[in-house]
């Protein structure tokens, strides 16, 4: 890769004079005096829409449709949250706000997350960024002439780089093996692995700053050296490493072979 590289950088926190706030300046500035070229979608600032919605892509108007469990809604048609939004990518009609992102996921070679963990997760408005951009047929699905699913080591986004930044209330030995809230890279599998690993993205560990709440002003050059330290081996550390899901590690059902780390349990058994 050339030195100069296309970073996008999504951030959710409502408050800009946050830590993470400037955290995220302080980021975005020491990227771009490494050369690289950084898009930031400040979710927040954007106002974006984080809800999934049925009128986003069948129509009618919002609270228009009569909804009858089990069967078909009184507007004629039952949307396919899959289905339905894979049709409007494949046919140009996605709404705008979602094709201008997914438009700066295709010219970024990495990803940066940036959030604060609220209830051991990602904001409703980070989480709702995942939901309604990596679309079928855009992060994952099928590919149109061979079939072949387009996940993990297939994933559309195989060969790029995601790094999650993360501010925590929990103090550092909370957040280590024997710590009530766990290592970070099991509290967010689902981010890292089913998320990002899934799309084909090379996840690096996480960065973490703990006890955010109760950091005071002096701490932050600290800080800031850590991260900016990360952020010069963003495409050079070696990134957690997801089992390939089609090549033999999996049976049919998608459970690891007795013979394939037999020893191992929970998250771990599924990085290399």
Not at 37 to 45: F, I, M, P, R
Not at 147 to 168: C, D, H, K, Q, S
Not at 214 to 229: H, R
């Amino acid at each position: 890769m050339d030195d100069s590289a296309s970073v996008l950088w999504v951030s959710a926190h409502p408050e800009p004079l946050s830590l993470n706030g400037s955290l995220r300046r302080f980021g975005i500035e020491a990227l771009e005096q490494r050369g690289h070229s950084v898009e930031l979608s400040d979710l927040y600032a954007m106002d974006w829409d984080p809800v999934l919605r049925r009128e986003q892509f069948l129509g009618p108007e919002p609270g228009a449709c009569e909804k009858h469990s089990g069967r078909d809604n009184a507007c004629g048609a039952r949307f396919d949250a899959t289905g339905d939004v894979r049709r409007a990518f494949l046919t140009d009609q996605l709404p705008a706000d979602v094709a201008q992102e997914q438009e700066r996921l295709r010219r970024a070679d990495a990803l940066i997350v940036q959030f604060p963990l609220w209830w051991y997760g990602m904001p409703a408005m980070l989480k709702g960024w995942f939901d309604r951009v990596f679309t079928s047929g855009f992060a994952f699905g099928k590919e149109p002439e061979t079939g072949r699913r387009l996940r993990f080591e297939n994933g559309p986004f195989r060969g790029r780089r995601a790094l999650v930044i993360v501010t925590a209330g929990d103090r550092a030995g909370a957040l280590g093996p024997r710590g009530i809230s766990g290592e970070p890279v099991d509290l967010m599998f689902g981010l890292l692995h089913g998320t990002l690993a899934y799309t084909g993205f090379d996840p690096l560990a996480p960065f973490v700053v703990p006890s955010a709440d109760f950091l005071a002003g002096a701490d932050s050059a600290g800080i800031e050296a850590q991260l900016d330290d990360r952020l010069s081996r963003l495409f050079t550390d070696e990134p957690l490493r997801a089992r390939p899901q089609f090549t033999g590690d999996y049976t049919d059902d998608w459970v690891l072979r007795s013979d394939v780390a037999p020893d191992a349990h929970g998250f771990a058994a599924h990085w290399l």
